[in-house]
């Protein structure tokens, strides 16, 4: 079985990996992790609100003698709903602080302002995309969740934490792309890092389209590439990731990646000199039927590489009658 060895023991520290094996959005597991820090331990994400992460957490607790009540605190590396899914059920059981990225604060606590303001940029967003019916039908959806986010608020204090950040010895690295929020813990003694969703073995991470705290879309391709960049520099033997299997090649899967996004860019232009201009028509001939099942993964990723082609100079874009037409700049 080519699973995450468990128990990863140090010095003074281990790892115990909680693994959910599940076909959940076709991630192949849900992975998340106590560090042993000699005494306390640590919840390094936090699953799916799920019994069977709940009941897998309890059994991994028992397997080394320890209850809930010895988890002391718990960091996050996004705010996903499948890694911060069982805080409000440990929090319930006691006052522990959660740390997780500034930008993670105001989608935990969904902050009403914060989520009214992301309902307008995607509203707008996916108009000016040419996205028409699915465009409305996916702002509908949004606007659903946005009536039962006071039911999933987390009512506590958030600490945040950013680049340079150190915790539990832990060193904290920002790593955006899949979402504006994602950080990952390194433990440069042992040569292990928490590295969450910003690379994952044998499945694609989507960068996903977002606004910044001013309502600004961040440029979520060229923070992935940075953030795989970022990966790829880090003396480290191991990479626990929030899906699928420990990474010992990070310099190698992270070229991959950069890799197989290059070629998306390339096919991308090529639709855009073929004469497809508007974005939800390249995403239409980029990805077929993929695009209605998966709608806003497929927009999020066009959108990403437009922007991310655009700003270097290969494509730029103009708008008529309300919808952005993007034409290749004719060098190269
Ligand atoms: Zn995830």
Not at 36 to 59: F, K, M, N, P, W
Not at 80 to 103: K, M, R, S, T, Y
Not at 154 to 172: A, F, W, Y
Not at 207 to 236: C, E, F, H, M, Y
Request: glycine content about 6%; proline content about 4%; some cysteine.
């Amino acid at each position: 079985m080519n699973k995450l060895e468990h128990n990863h023991t140090m010095t003074d520290r281990a790892v115990h990996p909680v693994i959910w094996d599940t076909d959940y959005g076709m991630v192949g597991s849900i992975n998340f992790y106590l560090l042993d820090t000699g005494g306390s331990l640590v919840l390094i994400d936090a699953g799916l609100d799920s019994d069977e992460c709940r009941t897998r957490l309890q059994s991994e607790l028992k397997n080394i003698g320890a209850t809930v009540a010895d988890i002391s605190r718990i960091l996050l590396t996004h705010h996903h709903e499948d890694h911060a899914g069982l805080v409000p059920w440990l929090l319930e059981q006691q006052n522990i602080p959660v740390h997780a990225h500034p930008d993670a604060v105001p989608r935990l606590k969904a902050d009403r302002k914060f989520l009214e303001m992301r309902l307008e940029f995607f509203r707008t967003l996916y108009r000016e995309m040419g996205c028409g019916d699915m465009g409305a039908a996916r702002f509908e959806t949004l606007e659903e969740t946005i009536r039962d986010a006071d039911e999933l608020a987390l009512r506590t204090e958030i600490r945040p934490l950013e680049e340079g950040d150190s915790i539990c010895r832990l060193d904290v690295i920002e790593t955006p792309g899949h979402s504006p929020d994602c950080i990952s813990f390194v433990d440069k003694r042992n040569r292990f890092v928490f590295s969450g969703d910003v690379i994952l073995d044998g499945a694609s991470v989507n960068a996903l389209i977002d606004p910044d705290l001013d309502g600004n879309r961040l440029p979520s391709v060229s923070q992935q590439r940075q953030s795989l960049k970022k990966i790829s520099g880090l003396d480290t033997d191991v990479l626990l990731p929030g899906h699928r299997n420990e990474i010992r090649n990070h310099r190698e899967l992270a070229a991959e990646k950069i890799a197989r996004m290059d070629r998306k860019d390339v096919r991308i232009l090529d639709l855009i000199r073929g004469g497809t201009h508007v974005p939800a028509e390249i995403a239409q001939a980029y990805y077929g039927k993929k695009y209605h099942a998966v709608f806003p993964l497929i927009m999020s990723e066009i959108i990403g590489h437009l922007d991310f082609l655009e700003s270097e100079g290969k494509i730029s874009k103009t708008m008529t009658r309300g919808i952005w037409h993007y034409r290749a700049e004719s060098s190269d």
